[in-house]
């Protein structure tokens, strides 16, 4: 069964920086692509950034390119999101979910492409 399961999240000053960790458990890391995703109050969930651990491969969204970093521990099963120069627009709950592919490609990091989710983080930036 796969599991995620997401931390670091928590309460930021706006030019603050916060690292997101997902654990991930029950499948091959490596035949998998990691995700983070956010979703603000009344907003849709969207797409922040997909890595694939087996060759590094990673896509940004617009909005995060230049001020996240996103990154995979292989031997400990681990992504990770380094968010820099936090703004109010990046507050939201963000979650980690995982697909069967090696393939990351521009325009694959999309809710509708993930079937197993964490339970989310919340990440708040003040003005």
């Known amino acids: 069964e796969v599991q995620l399961v997401e931390s670091g999240g928590g309460l930021v000053q706006a030019g603050g920086s916060l690292r997101l960790s997902c654990a991930a458990s029950g499948f091959i890391f490596n035949d998998y692509v990691i995700g983070w995703f956010r979703q603000a109050p009344g907003k849709e969930r969207e797409g922040v950034s997909c890595?694939?651990?087996?060759?590094?491969?990673?896509v940004y969204a617009d909005s995060v390119k230049g001020r996240f970093t996103i990154s995979s521990d292989n031997a400990e099963n681990t992504v990770y999101l380094q968010m820099n120069s936090l703004k109010p627009e990046d507050t939201a709950v963000y979650y980690c979910?995982?697909?069967?592919?090696?393939?990351?490609?521009?325009?694959?990091?999309?809710?509708?492409?993930?079937?197993?989710w964490g339970q989310g983080t919340q990440v708040t930036v003040s003005s």
């Open positions: 979910a995982a697909e069967s592919t090696v393939w990351v490609v521009p325009g694959y990091c999309r809710t509708s492409n993930f079937g197993s």
């Open positions: 890595i694939s651990p087996s060759d590094g491969s990673t």
